[in-house]
């Protein structure tokens, strides 16, 4: 993981004005960046970046700045921190429960209203994957503490989506129909076993050499059970959803069709064709999993190794919310006629 870090340091000097933070959340000392928008702009309004799963630095591996270039343009601060545990922050990522999250992401918000002067009503969320546990919690529970939000291959049920997880990574492994049916009964039974909540000695000793390492099994074990069904309802911060039709980690096309039958006024959904699990450009990255080459071709590509309708849809959501009027060269993708022309949201963006 280090190396990666090395791979794409050369990315953060495209964040100008960078500056370096650093605020308490619980126990930990949390550190990150904050991006002012460029041109000297005054801020429309700040954006926190929430992580999806893993060991992630405040940057993602150099892949949040191709979303935070034009958006800085735009007129748009930014606020990213690294997880527990990772870069100079203390703690350990492995150790939170969504709760935990939640809470962590309430404090980054708070510091930051107090530290560059923005409302509520200024503060956005943008989240990935796993935050599809975290911000729609927020939303229903804290709703005055921030304006909007933004999810980004959000999946409902953590049970489900890795059983859909699962059976892509082995369909794109090659195995057969019956093998992958062997596979998924596998791991209905672990998740079984996992229901019952055993100490790691008996789980370890069920699984053999299937188990999860003990940090890893503790921090399934205590989100395992994430939901967001009960809040999807209760929702009225305005919020938009967007996945990518290709995604290989998320069903896309169940939780798009959730949505639009859940038909809630504070929603807006998008469906975008080749488009991966984080926006890029399916025809450039195809694979479930990226893994250094695909970082380097991140690197290499810049913002175009976005799917080309993402950026577009973002601003032009993003600024009816600050009740900007959009003038971005962005925008004029969503009038042409490209293979990767976003689909029509269910509610006007």
């Given at each position: 993981?280090?190396?990666?870090?090395?791979?794409?340091?050369?990315?953060?000097?495209?964040?100008?004005?960078?500056?370096?933070?650093?605020?308490?959340?619980?126990?930990?000392?949390?550190?990150?960046?904050?991006?002012?928008?460029?041109?000297?702009?005054?801020?429309?309004?700040?954006?926190?970046?929430?992580?999806?799963?893993?060991?992630?630095?405040?940057?993602?591996?150099?892949?949040?700045?191709?979303?935070?270039?034009?958006?800085?343009?735009?007129?748009?601060?930014?606020?990213?921190?690294d997880k527990p545990g990772v870069g100079?922050?203390?703690?350990?990522?492995?150790?939170?429960?969504?709760?935990?999250?939640?809470?962590?992401?309430?404090?980054?918000?708070?510091?930051?209203?107090?530290?560059?002067?923005?409302?509520?009503?200024?503060?956005?969320?943008?989240?990935?994957?796993?935050?599809?546990?975290?911000?729609?919690?927020?939303?229903?529970?804290?709703?005055?503490?921030?304006?909007?939000?933004?999810?980004i291959g959000f999946a409902t049920n953590?049970?489900?989506?890795?059983?859909?997880?699962?059976?892509?990574?082995?369909?794109?492994?090659?195995?057969?129909?019956?093998?992958?049916?062997?596979?998924?009964?596998?791991?209905?039974?672990?998740?079984?076993?996992?229901?019952?909540?055993?100490?790691?000695?008996?789980?370890?000793?069920?699984?053999?050499?299937?188990?999860?390492?003990?940090?890893?099994?503790?921090?399934?074990?205590?989100?395992?059970?994430?939901?967001?069904?009960?809040?999807?309802?209760?929702?009225?911060?305005?919020?938009?959803?967007?996945?990518?039709?290709?995604?290989?980690?998320?069903?896309?096309?169940?939780?798009?069709?959730?949505?639009?039958?859940?038909?809630?006024?504070?929603?807006?959904?998008?469906?975008?064709?080749?488009?991966?699990?984080?926006?890029?450009?399916?025809?450039?990255?195809?694979?479930?999993?990226?893994?250094?080459?695909?970082?380097?071709?991140?690197?290499?590509?810049?913002?175009?190794?976005?799917?080309?309708?993402?950026?577009?849809?973002?601003?032009?959501?993003?600024?009816?919310?600050?009740?900007?009027?959009?003038?971005?060269?962005?925008?004029?993708?969503?009038?042409?006629?490209?293979?990767?022309?976003?689909?029509?949201?269910?509610?006007?963006?």
């Amino acid at each position: 993981m280090k190396l990666l870090v090395l791979l794409f340091v050369l990315t953060l000097s495209a964040c100008s004005s960078e500056e370096s933070i650093v605020f308490r959340s619980g126990d930990n000392q949390l550190s990150g960046v904050y991006l002012p928008p460029t041109g000297g702009q005054t801020g429309k309004a700040v954006l926190l970046f929430v992580h999806g799963d893993g060991e992630m630095p405040y940057d993602a591996y150099g892949y949040y700045p191709l979303l935070w270039d034009p958006l800085r343009a735009e007129g748009y601060a930014i606020l990213s921190w690294d997880k527990p545990g990772v870069g100079q922050s203390t703690g350990n990522w492995l150790e939170q429960s969504m709760a935990d999250r939640q809470a962590e992401v309430l404090d980054a918000i708070q510091w930051v209203q107090s530290r560059y002067g923005f409302t509520a009503r200024q503060t956005g969320l943008v989240g990935f994957s796993q935050a599809g546990w975290v911000l729609p919690s927020l939303a229903v529970d804290h709703p005055t503490q921030f304006g909007f939000m933004v999810g980004i291959g959000f999946a409902t049920n953590w049970i489900e989506q890795s059983r859909y997880y699962t059976r892509i990574k082995h369909t794109e492994a090659g195995a057969t129909e019956a093998e992958i049916q062997a596979v998924l009964l596998a791991y209905d039974e672990e998740i079984a076993l996992l229901l019952q909540a055993p100490d790691y000695t008996d789980y370890r000793q069920a699984m053999g050499d299937h188990a999860m390492p003990a940090d890893r099994y503790h921090f399934v074990l205590k989100n395992l059970q994430s939901d967001a069904r009960q809040d999807y309802p209760l929702i009225h911060t305005p919020t938009l959803f967007i996945w990518g039709e290709d995604d290989l980690n998320v069903d896309a096309r169940l939780e798009f069709e959730r949505q639009q039958r859940a038909a809630n006024p504070a929603v807006s959904t998008q469906l975008i064709a080749s488009s991966n699990h984080g926006l890029l450009d399916s025809a450039y990255f195809p694979r479930q999993r990226m893994d250094t080459l695909d970082l380097l071709k991140l690197h290499w590509l810049g913002e175009s190794a976005l799917v080309p309708g993402a950026i577009p849809t973002l601003i032009h959501w993003l600024n009816q919310q600050t009740q900007q009027t959009a003038h971005s060269p962005w925008l004029s993708l969503l009038q042409t006629d490209s293979t990767h022309k976003p689909r029509p949201a269910t509610l006007p963006l």
